[in-house]
């Protein structure tokens, strides 16, 4: 999804800036904006399954009944070197999937920068016109004053 144009602005926040009462705030969360391709689904399986306590939990879980049923089956008397080599046999594999998920999760919090910095250039658009408002009204009561303190007839009711 490109949110930018080829200028790198945000069109989002151009059409905001040129009509701030039209804008709509966007809530964006990482599931909307999830990769498309096959590629990008299966690296947000990977992230959900490798981000997971119960992988964690599974993991501990696994080590503990390796060290104490490799011993007691017989399936391994030195369970370390063993254990070990099939724990580090994946870490490659994990690595380039946490860097895949740091992808991901910036993808996401661009695309919800951009959308508030959209926000907050309509927001910024319409204090700039309450402003102005504001000043306006501020003249009209100086005129008033002025015109009230040279002795123009007051009306009472």
């Not at 705030?25 to 690296?43: C, F, Y």
């Not at 870490?91 to 951009?114: E, G, K, P, T």
């Not at 015109?147 to 009711?157: D, F, H, L, Q, Y």
């Amino acid at each position: 999804m490109s949110t930018t144009d080829v200028h790198g602005r945000n069109p989002e926040a151009q059409r905001a800036r040129n009509a701030p009462t039209e804008h709509v705030p966007r809530l964006v969360q990482s599931r909307d904006v999830a990769g498309e391709g096959v590629l990008d689904r299966i690296a947000d399986v990977v992230n959900k399954l490798i981000g997971s306590m119960w992988l964690f939990v599974g993991i501990s879980v696994g080590i503990v009944v390796w060290l104490f049923a490799g011993n007691i089956v017989g399936f391994d008397k030195t369970p370390w070197p063993l254990l070990l080599t099939l724990l580090n046999l994946p870490q490659l594999s994990i690595m380039i999937s946490l860097q895949v998920s740091a992808n991901r999760a910036q993808a996401a919090s661009d695309a919800r920068a951009l959308a508030d910095h959209a926000t907050l250039v309509a927001l910024h658009e319409l204090s700039k016109k309450q402003v102005k408002i504001l000043d306006g009204q501020n003249e009209v009561l100086d005129i008033l004053r002025r015109a009230v303190a040279s002795g123009a007839p007051e009306t009472k009711g």
